[in-house]
């Protein structure tokens, strides 16, 4: 019956004991090994010590994965105690074998504040290459697909090891989650998830990116779905322009921040004729009425649709398909603004000089009252000319403000939804074409309650997280079938 090969987490004596006491206590666990960063750590009986500087690098995996000796490996990721639910370890020994999956996960509790909560997951799909998809805590391993997996890491990685794992072991099975709720956690980081969503281009964390791109881009040569970085070239002589470009903004009841977005814009100071094409979705809180104040400024059109069953992402095919539609399509939010009157001269310029279908530049993060606020720059430096396209898979966004080549744009056309639109425009125009980036401040992005991500529920959070995956898988399908005819 000693069926599984327990590593966990070694902060705290007390914490840890708990833990350990509640897995022995199912009768399945073989041995127990503490991984700890001390370099004296207090032994704790029945249990053996894994010293490591780095939890989730390389050589921890595969100190795990050698050291496992029993059918089954389980790996917890936290430091706070961690409680299994009734037959909880049966019920996952008992899926991964009838999936003949390389991994289980689970739904589950958690704990904060002495208060109890659910955390469902999501499932893993063949997209899923993020690097902080969300499984849980804890993750149990067929101990032998487990040191396949490790057997395939090639690179040495101190923050990367546990991605990398996860990325060669879907290569040779699934990783299955379990729709119930299995354990229960203590959950100690309790910020919005507003402002965990931007914990990825946190400067802090370069070195983990450059690691996770490398671990990606290795897994994508892998399975056929890394791409060259050769693009086609654009002329920018199609269709028959009367304005070099226009600036896009869809809007619903953002009477607080329209008046700001809307002065912005029409102070754009450029050497090319621009308008501005808001696409007013059926306001109900005076916006309307605010966008008209600026009527008698010949350069905005103001569009109402006649339909009811526009999201972002059809409000902006709208604004892009109108005839007055200038040569490129500059993006920005109604709750947002151009960082001064050069914003829109250098988003062009970059189209030129950089031949690309699709400019992203750099944003700032500020409160309501444009006062910067953390992470502060968001300049997406992990983004390169030679690989941009590739790692665009792994993370979570592509920056701001987006602007396209129109002709383009209006044959690729843009996904009818409110969340997402924009990454899954930035993968499909990479797969063909290069995106030029401006790394200059050029955009204050306003974070404040209004804002549609601000303070997500986890079912939101999830669905947002599953759609986006699914435009990933969408996107690798398309790129392995693109190199499988070359």
């Known amino acids: 019956m000693k069926k599984i090969s327990c590593f966990l987490p070694y902060a705290g004596k007390e914490e840890v004991e708990k833990t350990v006491a509640g897995l022995q206590a199912t009768g399945l666990v073989k041995e127990v090994f503490l991984i700890t960063t001390d370099a004296n750590p207090e032994e704790l009986p029945g249990c053996k010590i894994i010293r490591t500087e780095y939890p989730f690098s390389s050589m921890m995996i595969q100190t795990m994965a050698h050291a496992a000796e029993a ?169 028959n322009f009367e304005y070099e470009a226009s600036v896009i903004i869809p809007v619903r009841n953002r009477i607080r921040t329209i008046r700001d977005a809307i002065r912005s814009v029409l102070n754009q100071k450029t050497d ?58 500059v993006q920005l939010d109604s709750d947002d603004v151009y960082k001064d009157e050069n914003t829109l001269s250098i988003m062009v310029r970059a189209f030129y000089e950089q031949n690309c279908a699709m400019v992203v530049g750099t944003y700032m993060m500020t409160d309501f009252n444009m006062n910067m606020i953390a992470p502060g720059i968001i300049d997406h430096k992990e983004w390169t000319p030679e690989n941009g396209r590739n790692n665009a898979l792994r993370i979570n966004g592509l920056g701001a403000p987006r602007a396209f080549y129109t002709p383009v744009l209006r044959e690729i056309k843009v996904p009818n939804t409110s969340y997402g639109e924009d990454y899954a425009l930035g993968l499909n125009f990479s797969r063909q074409y290069q995106i030029g980036r401006v790394y200059d401040v050029v955009y204050l992005c306003r974070r404040w309650d209004d804002n549609s991500d601000a303070s997500l529920d986890i079912v939101k959070m999830n669905g947002h997280n599953l759609y986006k995956d699914r435009i990933r898988t969408w996107e690798l399908r398309a790129r392995v079938t693109l190199n499988r005819q070359k």
């Open 71 to 239: 059918d089954y490996a389980l790996l917890y990721t936290k430091e706070t105690t961690l409680e299994m639910g009734m037959f909880a370890l049966e019920r996952m020994i008992h899926i991964l074998e009838d999936s003949k999956a390389g991994m289980v996960y689970a739904d589950h509790y958690q704990i904060a504040d002495g208060k109890q909560s659910n955390a469902p997951v999501i499932d893993y799909q063949f997209g899923s290459l993020r690097d902080d998809f969300n499984f849980g805590s804890v993750l149990l391993f067929n101990t032998k697909k487990l040191k396949e997996a490790a057997g395939k890491m090639k690179s040495e990685y101190h923050f990367a090891g546990l991605y990398d794992l996860r990325l060669k072991l879907s290569q040779l099975s699934e990783l299955v989650h379990i729709n119930e709720y299995l354990y229960s956690e203590i959950e100690n980081d309790n910020r919005k998830s507003g402002e965990k969503i931007f914990d990825y281009v946190d400067p802090r964390n370069r070195d983990r990116q450059i690691e996770m791109e490398k671990a990606c881009t290795e897994h994508l040569k892998e399975i056929g779905g890394y791409l060259e970085p050769e693009f086609k070239q654009i002329e920018f002589s199609a269709g």
């Open 272 to 329: 090319f004729k621009y308008n501005l094409i808001i696409i007013d979705n059926h306001s109900t809180d005076g916006t309307t009425e605010a966008i008209d104040e600026f009527k008698d400024d010949k350069r905005l059109i103001h569009l109402i649709p006649e339909r009811n069953d526009l999201g972002i992402g059809g409000c902006w095919n709208m604004g892009v398909h109108h005839p007055k539609c200038g040569k490129f399509a």
